[in-house]
């Protein structure tokens, strides 16, 4: 079975644009999560969603959105990047609520 | 809300010497804890988990943590380590109704031959 992919793997962007990333969770997992991990810190909650619904939002400002689509994939989107803003993106995907979150491997996003 | 501490940011052993990785908590509600592991340009990998039951949870690559409420700590551990034990670890909790993983800043294991 297929882990959870996301896509790009590596990216860089320069300040004030704007970049989605994108998450498919394992199959049949319902919910997808969202983690910023700086470098040198533990990673950061952003969003989760569960059947498409926004289930949980972390302390992130309003530049960060995020959706989930019929099939349980998901977008995250950043806008008016800036260079705090670079850093390893990480999307879980669980089938419940007990956790055992299943991540990726990770967007790197670097802000120039 | 809940927070987590990982008492040592680094942890410098040798090969087969036995490991322990430290995790306090703090949390007004009951919680699910996690161990995860990270490698150099990868995501994360669950370890273990305690979500109830025995308080003695055992894991993937031999390691196991122990859930102790009264002290509110889950430390990792594991009796004999090796080179490619060579990682960064985070401790999380999860409040049982909640939807966030909370992560510690992370321990960087280091296996010296």
């Known amino acids: 079975d297929a882990g959870v992919t996301q896509s790009p793997t590596h990216l860089i962007k320069t300040r004030g644009q704007h970049v989605t990333l994108r998450c498919s969770p394992i199959?049949?997992?319902?919910?997808v999560s969202w983690y910023q991990q700086v470098l040198g810190q533990g990673p950061q909650f952003i969003f989760q969603?569960?059947?498409?619904?926004?289930?949980g939002r972390g302390n992130f400002p309003d530049r960060f959105s995020a959706r989930q689509f019929p099939n349980y994939s998901s977008e995250l989107n950043v806008n008016a990047l800036l260079l705090g803003d670079s850093a390893l993106y990480l999307c879980?995907?669980?089938?419940?609520?007990?956790?055992?979150?299943?991540f990726g491997s990770g967007t790197r996003l670097t802000v120039v | 809300a809940q927070s987590v501490t990982q008492l040592d940011s680094q942890v410098p052993v040798f090969e087969e010497a036995p490991v322990e990785l430290r995790c306090n908590y703090s949390?007004?509600?009951?919680?699910?804890l996690f161990w995860y592991v990270q490698y150099p340009n990868q995501g994360l990998q669950l370890l273990l988990k305690?979500?109830?039951?025995?308080?003695l949870v055992k894991g993937i690559n031999g390691f196991e943590a122990e859930f102790n409420k009264s002290q509110t700590s889950f430390h990792l551990r594991k009796p004999s380590v090796h080179i490619s034990d060579t990682a960064e670890y985070f401790c999380a909790v999860k409040e049982t109704s909640g939807s966030r993983l909370t992560f510690g800043e992370g321990t960087q294991l280091t296996v010296n031959p």
């Open positions: 879980a995907s669980s089938s419940d609520r007990t956790g055992g979150y299943t």
């Open positions: 949390s007004s509600v009951s919680v699910y």
């Open positions: 969603y569960y059947e498409k619904e926004e289930r």
């Open positions: 199959s049949g997992h319902k919910s």
């Open positions: 305690y979500l109830s039951g025995s308080t």
